[in-house]
C-alpha cells in the first residue's frame, strides 16, 4: 500500500538530508509504528507519504514514494485525499470549520459525498470517539486532547485507505488514548485500512503495532522488524521493556500482561527491599501577618514633667517568603456556555514542590494553569500568585512570580533563528547572555543557532518554549503537557532540569496524562474530574490505587508499590 524507495529529503541551506535512504514497505491492513528519537525525521518520512513533502514544506525529494500505486511526487496532496487521511502534531492546522460536526463533515463534503451517508458517518464517528456531547460545541473553546480527537475524527469519516497519524495520543488522557488505539485496532482488523504512525508513548501502542520502523540516527537507515525485534536494540524504549532489560527477560515484554506473567521471581528479589523513601513535600510557608504600628507610650513621672517615650523597636525579623500559589474556592466558568469548568478548586502549591494535575481531557487542568497565569477570570473564590491577584496584576509584574509553557509551543515563539529567541529571552528576563541559550543546549543537544524555530519538529519547539520561559527563574512555573512530543531521553533531560529547579525552591505546576512523567517527577498528584478535585495527595498513594494512572512498573510489580525502573534498579544494586 505505502512504499518507501530510497528517499531521501534535503532543504535548503540545511547542512544535511532531513532524511535519507529511507527503503521499506507498508502492506495493506497493517498497523506499522514509526519510532526514534526527537529530530530524526518522522514527520518528514509520514509528510512524504500524503505530499505534503515536498509539495507543500519544500526541499528536494530523492527516490520514489507511492501510495496505492500513486507517485506522491506527481500527485499533489489534494489528488491523494480520497486514499490518505493526515493528521500532524498541531491539530488547530488542520481545521477550517467552527463546530465539531461541521468539522467532521467538511472532509466528505470536499469529496463530494451524499449527505444521507455523511449524516451516517457522523453519528459513527462521534460515538466511536466519545465526541457526542460535543457535538455543537466552537472547536476554539475546546480543551487540546478533544481537539485532538476533533482533528481525527475529521480523518476517518472520509473513510480513508490510508491514515498517517503524527503522534495522535499525545495530548489524550490514558483513557481516551485506549480509544483512540481501539478504534484504530478495529479500522485495521475490520476494514483493512493502513495505518503509519508516529509516537514516542511507546507504553501506550506498541503493542498495537504489526511492524515497527526504527529510525535510530538523523540521516541513518530505517531498522523494519516486529516490535520485540526491533526493541531489542532500539535507543527508545517503554518502561516494561526497560525492566525487562533489566531483569533480563528473553523475549522481552511489550505488555503488561506478559511483563506480570514473568516478573514472579523479580517480585520475590524484591519482596524483602524497602521502598524507596517518598520525597519530602515542603512545608507550606505560613501565612504573613500585617505588621501592627507601634503606638506612643506615656509614662508620668513625680520628678520630672509628663513625657512621652517611645518603646524601643525590636529588632527587624526578615520577611517571611509568600507561597508560590494559592488557590481557595476557585470557580471558573467558560465564556460560551453555563458550564463550570472549574468548582470551588482548593489548591496550595509551597517552594520547592512539584504538583502534578491529572484527569481526563476537558477536566479542566488548563483552565487552572490559565487562573494561575492571569488568562482566566474567576467567579468565585480567589487566586493569588505570590501574594498577588494574577488578572489584576500587569503582565511585566506577573511575569517575575509566574511563567507558563502551554501546550502550542509556537504561542511563545517569534523569532527568525534560535539564537534570537534565545536573545530576547535573555534580554526580557535580565539573564546574562547564554543563559537561555545554554538551557536549550541541555534539553535537546544539536539544534544550531541559525536553526528557523518552525523548522524544528513540535519536542524541539517545546524544548525552546521551555527554555525562554525557564531563562526568567520564575518562583512558579505552569508546564501545560510538557512531554508532548518528546523522545525518553530528551523526557529525562527535562525531568532532570525541573528537579534542579525544585531543589533550588521554585515551584512547579505542571498538567499531564504523562502518567510515567508523574511517577518519576511529582511530589504530589492531584486529579480533577469535572472541575472538581476528587484525589489530592502523594503520589506513590494516589497513582498506586488508580488503574487509569498507575505507571506499567506499578502494574507489572503489583501488589507492590514501585513506580519506576529507576526504583526498581536502585533497590537489586
Known amino acids: ?86 493528521v500532524g502534531q498541531d491539530p488547530l492546522a488542520h481545521f477550517v470549520t467552527d463546530t465539531v460536526e461541521d468539522e467532521l463533515a467538511y472532509g466528505m463534503e470536499s469529496l463530494g459525498l451524499a449527505p444521507d451517508v455523511m449524516r451516517r458517518r457522523v453519528e459513527e464517528t462521534l460515538d466511536l470517539l466519545g465526541l457526542a456531547e460535543l457535538r455543537d460545541r466552537p472547536i476554539a473553546t475546546l480543551s487540546g486532547g478533544q481537539r485532538q480527537r476533533v482533528a481525527i475524527g475529521s480523518v476517518l469519516t472520509p473513510h480513508p485507505r490510508v491514515l498517517v497519524l503524527d503522534e495522535p495520543t499525545s495530548a489524550l488522557d490514558p483513557a481516551a488514548a485506549e480509544e483512540v488505539l481501539a478504534v484504530l485496532q478495529r479500522l485495521v482488523h475490520d476494514l483493512g485500512t493502513t495505518v503509519l504512525m508516529a509516537e514516542h508513548r511507546l507504553e501506550r501502542v506498541v503493542q498495537y503495532a504489526d511492524r515497527v520502523v526504527l529510525l535510530p540516527a538523523p540521516g541513518a537507515a530505517p531498522v523494519v522488524g516486529t516490535p520485540a525485534e526491533v526493541m531489542a536494540s532500539s535507543p527508545v524504549y517503554p518502561p516494561v521493556v526497560a525492566l525487562g532489560r533489566l531483569a533480563g527477560w528473553s523475549p522481552l515484554p511489550l505488555t503488561v500482561r506478559d511483563a506480570r506473567r514473568s516478573a514472579g521471581e523479580l517480585r520475590e528479589r524484591l519482596a524483602d527491599r524497602p521502598y524507596p523513601a517518598p520525597t519530602p513535600t515542603p512545608a507550606p510557608a505560613p501565612a504573613v501577618e500585617p505588621v501592627k504600628p507601634v503606638e506612643p507610650v506615656v509614662e508620668p513621672s513625680s520628678i520630672t514633667p509628663r513625657r512621652f517615650f517611645r518603646k524601643a523597636p525590636p529588632p527587624p525579623t526578615p520577611p517571611t517568603p509568600l507561597p508560590p500559589a494559592e488557590v481557595h474556592a ?107 541559550r545554554a538551557l536549550v543546549s541541555e534539553l535537546l543537544p544539536g539544534i544550531t543557532d541559525d536553526t528557523h524555530p518552525r523548522d524544528l519538529s513540535e519536542g524541539q519547539r517545546l524544548a525552546l518554549a521551555l527554555a ?106
Open 1 to 86: 500500500m505505502i512504499r518507501f524507495e530510497d528517499v531521501s529529503v534535503s532543504y535548503d541551506e540545511a547542512p544535511q538530508p532531513a532524511v535519507q535512504h529511507v527503503d521499506f514497505e507498508v502492506p495493506e491492513g497493517e498497523l506499522v509504528l514509526l519510532v526514534g528519537p526527537s529530530g530524526v525525521g518522522k514527520s518528514t518520512v509520514l509528510g512524504a507519504v500524503s505530499g505534503l513533502v515536498p509539495h507543500f514544506t519544500g526541499g528536494t525529494l530523492r527516490g520514489r514514494v507511492t501510495v496505492a500505486g500513486r507517485d506522491t511526487r506527481t500527485h499533489k496532496p489534494r489528488e491523494l485525499a480520497d486514499v490518505v487521511g493526515t
Open 330 to 436: 476557585l470557580t471558573v466558568r467558560r465564556a460560551h456556555a453555563r458550564v463550570e469548568a472549574l468548582r470551588r478548586v482548593t489548591l496550595a502549591v509551597s517552594p520547592g514542590e512539584t504538583v502534578a494535575l491529572m484527569g481526563r481531557n476537558g477536566a479542566g487542568k488548563s483552565t487552572l494553569l490559565g487562573a494561575l497565569v492571569g488568562l482566566v477570570e474567576p467567579v468565585g473564590g480567589s487566586v493569588r500568585v505570590g501574594g498577588a491577584v494574577p488578572h489584576r496584576t500587569a503582565p511585566r509584574d506577573l511575569v517575575r512570580r509566574v511563567g507558563l509553557v502551554p501546550q502550542e509551543p509556537r504561542d511563545l515563539l517569534y523569532a527568525d533563528t534560535v539564537a534570537a529567541e534565545c536573545a530576547a529571552a535573555d534580554a526580557d528576563a535580565g539573564a546574562g547572555a547564554g543563559s537561555c
Open 468 to 573: 525562554v520561559v525557564l531563562t526568567a527563574r520564575p518562583p512558579l512555573l505552569l508546564l501545560d503537557e510538557p512531554t508532548r512530543g518528546l523522545d525518553y531521553a530528551a523526557k529525562a533531560r527535562l525531568v532532570g532540569v525541573l528537579r534542579a529547579l525544585a531543589a533550588e525552591g521554585h515551584a512547579i505546576v505542571l498538567a499531564t496524562h504523562d502518567v510515567e512523567l508523574a511517577a518519576e517527577l511529582a511530589h504530589r498528584v492531584v486529579i480533577l474530574a469535572d472541575g472538581e478535585v476528587v484525589a489530592d495527595g502523594p503520589t506513590a498513594e494516589v497513582v498506586v490505587a488508580s488503574p487509569s494512572f498507575a505507571p506499567q512498573v506499578t502494574k507489572i510489580l503489583a501488589p507492590q508499590r514501585w513506580l519506576t525502573v529507576a526504583q526498581v534498579a536502585e533497590a537489586l544494586r
